[in-house]
DNA sequence: GGCTACCTAAACACGA
DNA sequence: TTCGTGTTTAGGTAGC
């Protein structure tokens, strides 16, 4: 029986597309409620690019989709690295629809005549063909992060990947077998019952702010939510993070035209022009130096990072009346697996979390005090950051904090990333 | 070569 | 009965 431990996918090896195409989005709607101690102890370095954000350009998007749009992945790719990491002759526009996790830049669903400047092989692959440099716990796990709930129904998770990865509308349906498998063997992923929550009511009051917002699986009412488990969060985030990221475009936007604000997709979309004429100051100073190509991956990790920080820090359910869902609460998961049986971890040689089942409610602090989480309990910066953050309580505060700590932290995220890449390469080149 | 990480396929059960 | 979902097993590839 296989483990599933979480990682890179071997870079697209055969798996030609043969199938048909599914329409991406099947959507629904997130069903239940939140799950406030994944939030908190699973984003121990808790997050706060919303915060972040309202203080910059992306404000300018009123209501809900605050939330989302800093949220969500798009966003840090198509800004933060593209407009960044890849600023110079290579500069990729910001719309860049292009995947290409091999280089290449430039099909015929481009939208946008791209650099063709490859950073790695430059063979010039589409998005339709080039199979994502993420595992399928990734996918999922990033799929799920995505949802203001942090909670999706496999349907869900099917479309959030169609719509990312448009590599998978033309291959071949056994993808949502293996992401089934993984929902089921990754030991990162919980089930939760979806009537604990409303259907349709989601954690952050609306479902609209979501960006799937049919609700084919809300009305089908099969299967159940699947959450990341908080203890599993921060090693996911560290997959994430080690993700050899050739280039920054690890995520397909959609050329369509955007969504209209009213069905709550629009922060994405929106913000990104904004963004591109006028990055957030304080996030992106202390970026702009980096002048690394490669810092992109880990940038956008730093912000997922950061963000987490801050919505544990915040409090976004205090009106929810349906309140989130309470991940300790054994009772309400319905897959509860022992964490001291879980061997995903245990014998990754990436692994640097504590062996020892954790509280959920736990926050980053109080893992890092148990001396596990050891990478990140290295960073003096989180650990000021946290620090400071125990000791307040003033939400502004914590906000200065957190935006003078992420420019800090993308910075130190670029420059590790890139003497990585660069061993890579250097390795790679060895070999040849 | 062994191990780990991951992918893929398939079979099966269950419930709507 | 069909379909979607969830679980489990097995075989395989690739990298370290």
């Not at 908190?40 to 808790?46: H, I, K, R, T, V």
């Not at 009772?331 to 509860?336: A, E, G, Q, T």
């Not at 309580?393 to 935006?403: A, C, G, H, Q, T």
């Amino acid at each position: 029986m296989h483990e599933y431990p979480l990682g890179l996918m071997s870079p697209v090896i055969g798996m030609s597309p043969d199938k048909k195409a599914e329409s991406p989005g099947a959507h629904s709607v997130c069903g239940a409620g939140t799950l406030p101690e994944a939030e908190s102890a699973s984003s121990p370095m808790a997050t706060s690019l919303d915060q972040i954000g309202r203080s910059g350009p992306v404000s300018v998007v009123a209501g809900e989709s605050e939330d989302d749009e800093l949220t969500n992945l798009n966003w840090l790719h198509e800004n933060l690295l593209q407009n960044f990491t890849l600023g110079g002759p290579e500069s990729q526009p910001i719309n860049s629809p292009l995947f290409d996790i091999e280089g290449g830049a430039g099909s015929p669903h481009s939208n946008t005549a791209s650099s063709t400047s490859s950073v790695s092989t430059g063979s010039g692959k589409d998005p339709y063909k080039s199979k994502p440099p993420f595992s399928f716990s990734l996918l999922i796990y990033m799929a799920i992060e995505q949802s203001p709930c942090k909670s999706l129904p496999v349907k869900d998770i099917y479309g959030w990947i169609l719509k990312h990865f448009p590599y998978f509308s033309s291959a071949p349906s056994g993808w949502k077998n293996s992401v089934r498998h993984n929902l089921s063997l990754n030991k990162c992923f919980r089930k939760v019952d979806r009537s604990i929550g409303k259907p349709g009511v989601c954690c952050h009051g609306d479902v609209s702010s979501f960006l799937f917002m049919n609700t084919a699986s809300e009305t089908n009412g099969k299967g159940s939510l699947w959450c990341v488990h908080p203890e599993f969060q921060p090693m996911l985030m560290q997959a994430l993070k080690k993700q050899h990221f050739p280039n920054s475009h690890a995520f397909y936007t959609p050329p369509a035209s955007p969504p209209r604000f009213s069905e709550g997709f629009l922060p994405v979309y929106a913000s990104i022009e904004i963004l591109a004429s006028s990055p957030p100051h304080h996030l992106f100073t202390s970026v702009q130096g980096c002048g690394l190509k490669e810092c992109d991956f880990d940038a956008a990790t730093a912000m997922m990072l950061l963000k987490s920080a801050s919505e544990q820090n915040s409090d976004p359910y205090t009106d929810d009346q349906e309140g989130p869902i309470d991940l300790s609460r054994r009772d309400l998961v319905l897959v509860s697996r022992d964490p001291k049986e879980d061997h995903n971890y245990s014998s990754s040689p990436v692994r640097q979390y504590p062996s020892q089942p954790l509280d959920f409610s736990m926050g980053l602090h109080q893992v890092q005090e148990r001396g596990g989480w050891a990478q990140w309990s290295q960073s003096p910066l989180q650990s000021q950051l946290l620090g400071k953050r125990i000791r307040r309580d003033s939400r502004s505060d914590v906000d200065e904090e957190l935006k003078e700590a992420a420019g800090s932290l993308l910075h130190l995220a670029g420059i590790r990333t890139s003497l990585v890449a660069s061993r890579r390469k250097n390795r790679k080149l060895s070999r040849k």
